[in-house]
């Protein structure tokens, strides 16, 4: 670890938590440190590589007692991660954007082999036009290969995303594989202070990791294998029963967490001001924070404003979603993507969502953040108006109509 | 030896060298090797669900991915506590020379102990006779047709021996499956090498050359015979070749006992010569210069 990240923790409740002055990539690395992976291999791109770099020293220290495989690309990255993982080990990568895109084969893999490992994405915009900044096309393309899909909103969810990652993804009845978002630059470079567990609670919390179905010289084993078309639904349904188990199992880890640590998260949803709240904007990660400023803003103009931030986008949480939502007299969704030729695919998964519970609640979607553009408070506050005005549709924040 | 059989039940086509190649290596490396095979004949024919033909620890890795999702299962298996085993790659030429190169070059590259044998039938044989980097030149593929004037694949085979030895790779070989005995005492000597180590063997398909299955063994020895397939192994660095070729002239027989070089000319067969020729004197030398 490096000094000046040392140096500006100090140590506090009984010695046992440290605080640090991070980013959130280093953050997320603290967390991975926790987390005790036995494989760390990665291959670097931007705005990832200070994860890697973090973990690279961690080994060199002996801080992390991990081999750290330098990886030729992302497809090997993700490869190698699957064969530590079929040999029994617990394995970490990371990448972005366009090494998330060129692994994508290995991504099925790793979900249908029902590896349990678990990856940080820096979300960046995908070329063309080449852009190194944040925004979520990359992870969101990527939705229907199989992952649990979180996506942490600032650096002390990234560290404790880390941790729970591990405890969902691996618990026997999910097997799953886990991807961990983070906004590129406005969350993976922003430093923001955290509290950091010590390695004894977190090995409270989180088990070494010892499957019952890896590789076994007393009881070798066929993987990876082909199934027709007579058992190869057999498999896919088991898959998918796994992922949507993640809902319960981060339920469960949630719960263990905050008695382990004393912070409490909420499930596949976060409801800020929902309650009451005649117009829901439904986000997902850093962004979040701008609209719950906003929402508190429109809440002094007199309009009962609340924010739905979407913890995971898989398993999605349809329920959670028409339940936050079920006194609304709109929702909006903001999304740094899109499904080109179509509308925001979050906001797809929403309507779907709602629609499915009965709701019959007028929708718009807006997207913004495209190659890293700022979204600020003024434009999740436009949203809000635009919402009471009855306004619905798809909409680039800045450009038009769609 | 191995006494047992690691390799059976699958669905191999007669003849095959493949499957050859697969079962006496894992015959010699015994129990506590795990076999990763990419996409390709080898994992088509032996891991149908529920019919699984291995005895060893084995999985398919992607068809790019052989040499990494090695490194991965050695580590994890290291992770493990595990000691005294070995991680053997089964990857096709197409594996290997195409998709799999960039994986095999950095597995080399960072030293990981394992044994990648490519198991070379001279083209994507599972699906259908495609030409590959490892196709050799003249032959008819289903991509390198031989018809309405075209006469075969026009391009020279890969030299991955050489591409490999230039990686620095402690043991780099070629077999091949009509020299059973040399292929197994390869692969022993490969197990004994910490770090890297590549076996090349040549491994006929009687369906993608257009030869008889009870040709196999003949066709793999005669190409050694006639010296279109050297065997050499290149020990930290230096170039050491086996006997020298026991029949050039047997070259034109060879290549007339199989279907996929029928259309080849006299000039195409010369070619063929010149170029093995020009390929043996080549190593010769390096060899003859390394032993100084």
């Known amino acids: 670890m490096r000094e000046g990240l040392r140096a500006r923790g100090h140590i506090h409740g009984g010695g046992e938590v440290t605080r640090a002055f991070v980013s959130g990539n280093e953050a997320l690395a603290l967390g991975v440190r926790l987390a005790a992976p036995k494989v760390v291999c990665a291959y670097p791109i931007t705005p990832q590589t200070t994860v890697v770099e973090r973990l690279s020293e961690m080994v060199a220290d002996g801080s992390l007692n991990a081999e750290f495989i330098y990886a030729e690309s992302e497809h090997s990255a993700m490869s190698c991660a699957i064969g530590a993982s079929a040999a029994g080990a617990r394995a970490f990568t990371a990448t972005s954007s366009q090494g998330l895109l060129y692994m994508a084969e290995c991504l099925p893999y790793a979900a249908g082999g029902r590896f349990p490992i678990v990856m940080m994405n820096a979300n960046r915009s995908v070329a063309l036009p080449w852009n190194i900044y944040g925004d979520q096309r990359d992870s969101i393309s990527q939705l229907d290969c199989g992952w649990i899909q979180a996506y942490a909103q600032d650096a002390q969810e990234a560290l404790d995303l880390a941790l729970m990652s591990y405890r969902i993804a691996e618990r026997p009845d999910v097997s799953t594989p886990f991807m961990i978002n983070l906004d590129g630059f406005s969350l993976t470079h922003a430093c923001e202070a955290v509290d950091v567990p010590s390695p004894e609670q977190a090995r409270g919390f989180l088990p070494p990791y010892e499957p019952e179905d890896a590789m076994d010289f007393g009881r070798p084993r066929n993987m990876g294998f082909s199934a027709g078309p007579e058992h190869n639904a057999f498999f896919k349904y088991r898959e998918h029963l796994g992922i949507l188990r993640a809902r319960d199992a981060a339920a469960e880890a949630e719960e263990e967490f905050g008695r382990a640590f004393g912070r409490r998260y909420t499930g596949l949803v976060e409801e800020y001001m929902c309650g009451d709240a005649d117009f829901v904007l439904i986000t997902l990660g850093s962004v979040a924070g701008a609209c719950r400023d906003a929402a508190d803003r429109m809440r002094g103009e007199g309009v009962r404003a609340g924010v739905l931030r979407i913890r995971y986008m898989r398993p999605f949480p349809s329920a959670e979603i028409a339940e936050a939502v079920s006194g609304a007299e709109a929702v909006a969704v903001l999304e740094k993507d899109v499904s080109f030729g179509g509308t925001g695919t979050v906001f797809a998964n929403v309507n779907s969502a709602l629609y499915s519970a009965g709701a019959r609640i007028p929708s718009s979607n807006y997207i913004g953040g495209l190659g890293g553009a700022p979204v600020s408070e003024g434009d999740a506050c436009e949203i809000f108006r635009r919402m009471a005005s009855g306004a619905t549709g798809v909409r680039f924040i800045g450009m038009g109509g769609a | ?54 005895s060893n620890n084995a999985i398919i890795s992607t068809f790019a991915g052989t040499a990494s999702m090695m490194t991965g299962i050695a580590a994890g298996l290291r992770a493990r506590g595990e000691r005294d085993f070995k991680v053997v790659g089964f990857a096709g030429d197409g594996g290997t020379a195409d998709i799999g190169i960039q994986a095999l070059s950095g597995a080399i590259d960072r030293g990981d102990d394992m044994i990648y044998i490519c198991y070379d039938n001279e083209g994507y044989m599972n699906t259908g006779t495609q030409r590959s980097s490892l196709t050799p030149y003249g032959a008819r593929t289903t991509t390198t047709p031989a018809a309405g004037g075209a006469r075969g694949n026009r391009l020279e085979k890969k030299n991955m021996l050489e591409i490999v030895a230039a990686h620095g790779i402690p043991y780099a070989a070629t077999a091949s499956v009509g020299y059973l005995r040399d292929y197994a005492r390869k692969v022993e000597k490969a197990a004994a090498i910490e770090g890297p180590s590549y076996i090349q063997v040549l491994a006929p398909c009687p369906t993608g050359w257009g ?71 080549r190593m010769r030398g390096r060899a003859a210069k390394e032993e100084c």
Do not use: Y
Not at chain 2, 212 to 222: H, N, Q, V, Y
Not at chain 2, 249 to 272: E, N
């Open chain 2, 1 to 54: 030896m191995d006494g047992g059989e690691p390799f059976m039940g699958h669905r191999a086509c007669a003849g095959c060298g493949g499957a050859l190649a697969v079962r006496i290596a894992l015959k010699a490396l015994g129990r506590r090797a795990v076999a990763v095979l990419p996409a390709g004949c080898m994992s088509a024919v032996g891991f149908n669900f529920p019919q699984l033909c291995f």
């Open chain 2, 211 to 281: 030869a008889d299955p009870s040709e196999t063994i003949d066709l793999a020895r005669e190409a050694v015979d006639c010296g279109l397939w050297p065997l050499a192994e290149f020990e930290g660095g230096r170039l050491s070749l086996g006997a020298e070729p026991r029949d050039p002239s047997l070259l034109r027989a060879h290549l007339a006992r199989q279907a996929r070089f029928a259309h080849l000319t006299d000039g195409d067969l010369r070619r063929i010569e010149e170029g093995r020729d020009r390929r043996l004197d």
